[in-house]
């Protein structure tokens, strides 16, 4: 996590991988194929089957951040923001750097009108990954829209 959250690294695409790549590794093969069967339902657009798979995962692993992160963006997808933003708030009470939630949060703050806070969640994204690439243009939007200027 240091390496990614420093600016002057170049390979940041690989440090970005091995870190999702750790992330994905429940332990349980079980829950493994849990995941691995909600990501391919999110993949094929299928909201309600991923749902349904991140549910499963979150019932029988709650510790596993994975399956809320999984399952709020299903419910994004699905326009439940409520929801969408307590299953972050799981993700990020199991995970506190977990950049991919923070910029859901982000995305979900901003679909709903939170312009405030959804710039504040960017601003957490980039210090903790500031090689995002949509990152900067959200942040400088929302710098306008948050000053009242016309975007």
Not at 105 to 127: C, I, M, N, P, Y
């Amino acid at each position: 996590m240091a390496e990614l959250a420093d600016p002057a690294t170049e390979n940041w695409q690989q440090v970005e991988r091995q870190i999702r790549t750790e992330w994905t590794r429940s332990g349980s093969a079980a829950m493994d194929l849990l995941y691995q069967r909600g990501e391919k339902a999110l993949e094929e657009e299928d909201y309600v089957a991923a749902l349904e798979h991140f549910t499963a995962l979150t019932d029988h692993a709650p510790e596993f951040a994975e399956g809320w992160n999984g399952r709020a963006t299903a419910l994004f997808h699905k326009e439940l923001y409520g929801p969408a933003i307590e299953d972050i708030s799981k993700v990020l009470a199991l995970n506190p750097r977990h950049f991919e939630a923070m910029t859901g949060l982000a995305v979900v703050l901003t679909s709903v009108g939170r312009f405030e806070d959804a710039l504040e969640a960017w601003r957490l994204v980039e210090a903790i990954h500031p090689h995002r690439p949509e990152m900067k243009d959200a942040i400088a939007a929302l710098e306008k829209q948050v000053a009242g200027e016309a975007l």
